[in-house]
Every structure is written in C-alpha cells, then in structure tokens.
C-alpha cells in the first residue's frame, strides 16, 4: 500500500491520541456543569495552578519566595528538599481539595440562586485571580515536569508497525499514557457515580437540585465534592500537558482546546468529552493533513471549532448532551 | 482635609515622577501573560544594566536614568497604552520586546520625535533609515537571521546545498512569517527545497508539524518560535528522534528555558545569537557588586546570565550608549528626544568600547549611518549541553548574504514610504 495512506493512518491516529489529551481537560468542565450547571472558566487554570503546585511541592520550591525576599530581603527559594511524584500528587491533590473548599465557601456559598451568567463571571473572576496566585507563589518561569512518566517514540509500535506495513508508525509513549489514564478515569468516575452514596447524591443534584435538597443531600457539600474532582481530573491533565510542554502559564490556554470538545460531544456527558475529544482530535489533523497544505496550513486551532460548530447546527446538545426542553 | 488630600497626591506625584533632567527609558515589558519566561529575564537584564550605570557612574553624564516599567503582558493594544501612558514623561527611547507593538509604534515615535530601539525584532525593513527616521533595528534583524542560518548550514554542508530539504518551523505570526521571503529567495539561490510548516499560537500542540517532519526527513530545521512553542518544538523534535545538531533556531528560540523541559532530548539543539553566552564578562561582576549584592537588583534576581537577562542588558547598553553620543554631540547632558535620535543615529560601537563596558567580543561592532540603521546583521551559533546545562558559542561572526537582504529591505521600505507619503532621507 502506498506510503500516503499509511502516513494517513498514523497521523488519524496521532489524532486520536491528541484527542484524549483535549478530553482530559474536557472532563473537568462536564463534572462541574453536570453537577451545578456551572460553566468553570477556571479549568484551564486549574490545571497550570495544579501542575505548578507539583512541580513546586516536588522540587522543595518554598511558595511565595520572591514576595518574601522582596519584603524582608531574605534570598529564600528552596526548602532544600526534593519529594517522590508519588507523594508530591497526593499532597497537590489535598491542596486542590482544599482550592474547592475555599471557592465553595468564599464564591459559590454566596451565589447560590444566581443565573448561571452570574457563576459564569465569577469563574472568569476565579480563573484570573488563580492565575496571578500561580505567578506570585511560584513564578512565571518554565518548569520541568518530571513524574516518571515516559515520551518519546514507542519503538514496539514501530518497529511492529515496520515489520507489518514496512511503515513505522509513530506513537508517544506519553500518549498511550494519556489514553489509559484517561480510560482510567472515565471507569472511575462512573462507578463512582452509579455505585456510591456520594455518587448517587452527586447524580441526583444534578438532575433535580431543589427535590435532592428535599431529601436532605447538601448543595454545599456536593459543590466541594465536584470541585474536588474536577480539580483532580485539572491535576491529571496537568500532569499530562505539563509533562509534554513544561509548566508554564500556556497550560491554561489548554481550556481553549477543550471547548469544541465540550461543544460536539456535549456539556453533560463523561463519555461525550470522550468521544467529542476523538472526533475533533482526529478531524482537526486530518484536516490538517488533507487541506492544511493547500490553504497555508495552521488550521488545526479554528477547525476544531468550525468541526463543533457544524455538530452543533443538527446536534445543538451536542452529540451525547441532554436536550433541554423547556415548558412554559 | 480636602487641602490635605490634594497636597498628598501632588507630592506623590512629584515623587513619582522623573526629575526634569532624568533620563527617561521606559521599560515596556512582560512578566505576565503566555510570554512571560521571556518577558521577565530581558526586562530584568534591561533594567539591570541601567541601575548599574546610575549606582556605580551616578548615571550617564551625570543624569540619572529612569527606568518607569509598564506591563504589555505582549499584548498589543496594551503595549500601546504603555507608550501612550509613558511619553509624557520624558521618554526617549522604547524597546517593547515585541514586533506587534513594534508595528503600531512605528507611526507613533516617528510623529512625536522619539525613538524606537528593535534589536533582533521589529520591522525588519526599518533598516532602512532613509524611510524609518526614528526606528533602530541593529545590530541584526529576522532577515539577515536566516541567511546567518543558511550561511552556517553552507559552511557545514561544503557550501553547496543543492538538493537538500530545509524545513523552516514557524510561529504563525506576522513575526514568524518574516523570514519566509528571504528564505525562498536563499533557496532559489543556492538550490535547496523549502518547506514551511506554521505552527498556531501558543504552540502547545504540534503533532502534525513533526510528523511531517519525520516523514519528510529535512536534512535541517530553522526554528522561528516564541513562548511555549519552542519548548514543544524541541520536546518533540526529541520525540521523533530529529538530529538536534541539525535543528537550529532562531536568537527567539534559543533561551535556557526553551531547553530544559525536553532534558537529555535537547542535547545538541543550535540557536543563533546576538550576543555572547554566560557570565564570563567583567560587567557581570560590576552588576553583582553594584546591583544584586545592593539589593537593587529587578524581578526575583535569579534571572543574571540567562540568555534573554543577557539580551535585555545588550539593548540596555545600546540604548545607554545612544544616550552617551546624543550628549557628546548636544553637548549637554540634558538631552531631549530629538537629539537622543540623533545619539542613535550616529551610534558607533566598536570592539575597544565594548570591551572597556566590560563587554569584550559580546557583541559585533557597528556604525549606523542616516541611510544604515540595521547594522551588519551578523551572529554566531550557540549549542545547547544538556548535562553541563549551558549554551556554548560553537561559531565566530558569520555574515549574512546582504546581496540578497538589502533589494528586499529596500523592496520593502520603500513600499511602505509611498503607503505613507514619505520622502526619503539622506540625500
């Protein structure tokens, strides 16, 4: 078979893969919007505060230095210490569950019954002020991220591929990664979801918030509880982007990615980011691919969109979103 | 209480702002934002180098220069209100770190007689200073940066690239489309195929681009990246095994935080430069006794002799040598806009006077001319070792083609002059 097919294939597949990554970020917006009808600007920024926050716990970084320094004209910057990843993710997952208790508390405690515009603003509000608080607490420079995880070409693929197809394809080891991680997650949450009380509390806010208060479930602490999650889904996709490029500020345009995602496979459904972040993962390089070439190329960023937006026109719920019908 | 009030904000603003005879360099720059890691080592080498004049020479000719920071985060409406918001004051020369506010600025310093300082970026046709009166582009520009490149990749190949695939990664900006013209020239020239290949803001997904590369098999790479894309860039270059000795970027793409993320994978990546590498420069100790051990010392300090701290205190050291001349040829040291133009006009830097800065062989010697405000437009090769953790200098000076540079500077000037209903100087 000629080398333009299997070039093809590989990079449908690349596609594939990039798309797990998108939905890896997709998957924080759907928990939040899912469970409190909020659309959480602040993802994106979740994510880099998340990564930055391990990077920070694990190479003993002492948070605030350059504030501290500047005050009292000390020369701090290092505890000294290095952490194991393992032990550096738990600890930045206990700080995100705390992230959650201080914006339910200081933000969303006092929104309550507001329009969703309203919570909107105050995520857009959110997600600057945690910008600004990464910067000042651990700096604006590039870091490596170093959890182990590995990159680079996976030379069973290729050389199985070569000795199959004499094409070699090419696959990132941290792309399969993403891909388990990401499937890991999707079981995780849904048996969390269907089969514990917390869970089940967590499905019925979502579907009816006035009768699940009804029968005594806290609006308050099920906010926390779904912040918590999708600041550890952040922290996972943190990890994977910032494994990828470093952590630095650009992770939080990642949300930017996740947006046609969250358009074509809706905003209410774990395998809809999935399957939205395949769908537009895949179309986006191989449009790149295909036609990138004739129009100048650079095309992935705004054919994502124009991709969700023609789903949108006969799918305006997305493809897995719930169709809001409203009676008046 | 009212009275009270009002003579609290008026001396407040007294205190603020530069006594009639400072020297005024605003600092348009960036520490927050996508760009930041870049933003914040140049603007702390820049505002360095100025505190260093001001604590260890009391200031240039006895003038203090002041140094009023305004955040652009890169961004080019803000960059604008940062001029706007600093030329009442006194300003005489800009710097913005970034060719969009270059752009919108070039209008601006022209009508209201400062001037525009664009070391490495900017309008590369504001070389031309028939046209561009008040715009400074030395010592080098985006143009004479590729051909450097091809230049370099002549010399390692025995001068003939005929045949070869070059393969040029770019910021899909109207920075990173710059060189696109001269390399197409370059490759009619010397017989060598280009293939471009854009690469979306901020660059943090480039999949397709290297695949292409890994199926198209380049036998070089030319990198015109910013910010974020560059460390992918590098990160996957590694990921699809591309020979880093054959990948080389621009003085854009070639900082210590652009390599580091990949690791071992960067070994061996190649950057152009402008300018020396390292701290092994007699002006560093001046800065470390006069500035840091002071405790006068920008942003968090950590930044002294990274490649972009280094880049910002070169532009600072232009920019004072600009001031330095006006003053001898004013013959005041109390200089206005105008003659600070003048100052950089007639700038000449030769290796005796970097070297009594404490800059021996840091820089290239230059003369500007009222025609010539571009310089010669050379630079060297610096390799990335990623187990020392540090850029060595791998090549001396190369020049780049001017024979083809000067027809598209000239092309392009004079373009914009008749745009503009501008009459061309010098005659």
Redesign the interface.
């Known amino acids: 078979m000629p080398d333009t097919f299997f070039y093809a294939t590989e990079v449908m597949l690349n596609g594939l893969m990039a798309g797990v990554m998108y939905s890896l970020v997709a998957l924080g917006f759907v928990l939040i919007f899912k469970a409190s009808g909020i659309f959480n600007y602040a993802q994106g920024v979740l994510a880099l505060f998340a990564a930055l926050t391990l990077v920070g716990l694990q190479d003993g970084q002492i948070p605030f230095s350059h504030v501290i320094n500047a005050i009292f004209g000390t020369d701090l910057h290092n505890f000294g210490w290095t952490l194991p990843a393992v032990v550096a993710i738990a600890l930045t997952a206990v700080v995100m569950v705390g992230m959650a208790i201080l914006i339910e508390r200081y933000i969303l405690k006092h929104l309550v019954n507001q329009e969703p515009i309203i919570l909107f603003m105050a995520t857009i509000g959110l997600a600057y002020f945690l910008e600004g608080l990464g910067d000042v607490m651990w700096g604006s420079d590039i870091k490596k991220l170093d959890v182990g995880l590995p990159q680079g070409i996976s030379e069973t693929i290729e050389t199985a591929t070569y000795n199959w197809f004499g094409y070699g394809f090419f696959i990132d080891k941290l792309d399969i990664v993403a891909a388990l991680v990401a499937a890991a997650l999707v079981i995780a949450l849904t048996l969390f979801s269907q089969y514990t009380k917390y869970g089940r509390a967590l499905r019925a806010v979502a579907d009816d918030h006035q009768a699940a208060l009804s029968v005594g479930i806290s609006l308050r602490f099920i906010w926390v509880l779904v912040w918590s999650i999708a600041g550890f889904v952040a922290l996972v996709a943190g990890i994977m982007w910032g494994s990828k490029s470093g952590v630095q500020f650009s992770l939080s345009l990642i949300a930017l990615k996740a947006l046609p995602v969250l358009m074509l496979g809706g905003f209410t459904s774990i395998p809809g980011a999935i399957v939205g972040g395949l769908i537009i993962g895949m179309g986006e390089k191989l449009f790149e691919f295909s036609i990138g070439p004739m129009i100048g190329g650079a095309t992935e960023n705004w054919f994502a969109y124009v991709l969700a937006l023609l789903f949108l026109v006969f799918r305006p719920q997305g493809l897995f979103g719930e169709k809001i019908i409203e009676r008046v | 209480m009212k009275m009270k009030f009002t003579a609290l904000v008026a001396a407040a603003m007294m205190a603020a702002a530069p006594a009639l005879a400072d020297l005024v360099v605003p600092n348009l720059s960036y520490?927050?934002?996508?760009y930041?890691?870049g933003g914040?080592p140049y603007a702390d080498g820049f505002q360095d180098y100025f505190t260093l004049l001001n604590e260890r020479d009391g200031g240039i000719g006895g003038e203090k220069i002041v140094v009023p920071e305004c955040e652009t985060a890169y961004n080019t409406e803000k960059g604008v209100e940062c001029y706007e918001a600093t030329k009442g004051t006194g300003a005489l020369a800009y710097n913005p770190l970034s060719t969009g506010i270059t752009y919108q600025l070039i209008p601006k310093v022209t009508a209201d007689g400062s001037s525009l300082y664009t070391p490495g970026y900017g309008r590369t046709s504001a070389a031309n200073g028939k046209v561009f009166s008040n715009v400074f582009n030395y010592p080098a520009n985006y143009w004479t940066a590729a051909s450097v490149a091809v230049n370099y990749l002549l010399s390692e190949n025995g001068g003939d690239l005929k045949g070869k695939k070059i393969a040029l990664v770019y910021h899909?900006s109207a920075y990173g489309k710059e060189p696109i013209r001269t390399l197409e020239e370059l490759s009619k020239k010397h017989g060598f195929e280009l293939v471009?290949?854009?690469?979306?803001?901020?660059?943090?997904?480039q999949?397709?681009q290297w695949?292409q590369i890994?199926?198209e098999k380049p036998d070089n790479v030319i990198m015109y990246g910013w910010?974020?894309m560059n460390?992918?860039a590098i990160?996957e270059a590694?990921?699809?095994?591309y020979p880093m000795d054959q990948f080389i970027g621009i003085w854009w793409s070639g900082a210590e935080?652009d390599v580091?993320?990949a690791?071992d994978?960067a070994n061996g990546y190649k950057s152009l430069t402008m300018h020396g590498t390292g701290m092994d420069y007699p002006v560093y100790a001046d800065l470390k006794k006069y500035v840091a051990d002071a405790?006068k010392g920008a942003?968090?300090?950590?930044q002294v002799g990274t490649v972009l701290y280094s880049r910002g205190m070169y532009a600072a050291m232009v920019i004072a040598e600009a001031l330095r001349n006006a003053q001898a040829i004013a013959g005041t040291s109390a200089v206005n806009a105008a003659q600070v133009r003048d100052g950089f006009e007639t700038l000449e830097i030769t290796e005796a006077r970097m070297a009594e800065i404490g800059l021996p062989d840091f820089g290239q010697a230059f003369k500007s001319t009222c025609e010539d405000h571009g310089g010669p437009g050379m630079a060297r090769i610096q390799q990335w070792d990623a187990t020392a953790k540090k850029w060595n200098l791998i090549s001396g000076w190369i020049e780049p083609d001017m024979d083809v540079i000067q027809p598209l500077i000239m092309e392009d000037s004079e373009a914009f002059a008749a745009e503009n209903n501008i009459e061309p100087r010098c005659n």
Do not use: F
């Open positions: 520490r927050t934002g996508p930041a890691p914040v899909n471009q290949l854009p690469v979306e803001h901020p660059g943090q997904e999949k397709s695949l890994r199926r910010g974020v460390a992918v990160q590694a990921n699809i095994k935080h580091l993320p690791g994978g405790g942003g968090a300090g950590d």
